[in-house]
């Protein structure tokens, strides 16, 4: 099966912050399958700008079957028509969302929820979520307020609990991504590893057929 990729945006870890609108379209043209809008100090008016034109971007290529997820913002991922929304632990519940999202008929649209535990994994998906990114892996600084790396283990002892797929994070590079995936991963998510590959048709390429 070919791995779910998840290119997670941070501005600041481009080399230069005000290109991420042509590095999202570079993500949408190499193929990646979900690219999350997470600029959380971005105000809504230029959030909102971000997502339509990233939610454009995925529906102008003749071959695209990218996702456009926004990270917490419910309101703007209705308003640009984005595919879905994805919550953390502080965000809305993820059983309200799911609710709502039964109540308007919107099937299509996904809901995934981070998760830091096996438990809030299981909690995430009885509650109603289409997808979990489990984490941090590896260590890295982005997840140091999450604490200590949960590792290949633990990671795999998630992604059998659930039938949900679930996606590593964390410390993720193009050298242990295989090692997430052989752990039971359905894929991974990441930031940096996105952010600094110039080649990211060949990065996905490489990703999706070991």
């Known amino acids: 099966m070919t791995p779910l990729l ?5 501005r600041r870890a481009l080399a230069e912050p005000t290109q991420l609108s042509e590095h999202i379209v570079a993500a949408v043209a190499a193929g ?3 690219i999350q809008i997470r600029e959380k100090d971005l105000p809504t008016r230029e959030l909102l700008r971000l ?10 290529g003749s071959h695209s079957t990218t996702r456009i997820i926004v990270n917490d913002r419910l309101d703007v991922a209705l308003a640009a028509s984005a595919g879905g929304v994805h919550l953390g632990e502080s965000s809305l519940p993820v059983a309200a969302l799911n609710a709502w999202k039964r109540a308007a008929s919107f099937s299509e649209f996904l809901i995934g929820a981070s ?4 438990e809030a994994a299981r ?12 984490g941090p892996v590896f260590s890295t600084p982005s997840k140091e307020t999450f604490g200590a790396p949960q590792g290949i283990k633990r990671l795999a002892e998630v992604s059998r609990a659930v039938k949900i797929p679930v996606l590593a994070i ?3 590079t193009e050298k242990n991504a295989r090692e997430c995936l052989n752990a039971g991963a359905s894929g991974i998510a990441a930031i940096r590893m996105f952010c600094s590959e110039r080649d990211l048709a060949g990065l996905v ?4 057929n070991p």
Not at 205 to 208: F, M, P, S, T, V
């Open 6 to 10: 998840c290119y997670i945006t941070d």
């Open 51 to 60: 997502t339509r034109l990233a939610v454009k971007a995925a529906a102008s």
């Open 32 to 34: 990646i399958d979900w």
């Open 170 to 172: 964390g410390g993720i």
């Open 205 to 208: 390429g490489r990703l999706g």
């Open 115 to 118: 998760c830091h535990s096996l």
């Open 123 to 134: 909690a995430a998906e009885g509650d109603g979520a289409d997808y979990v990114i489990f």
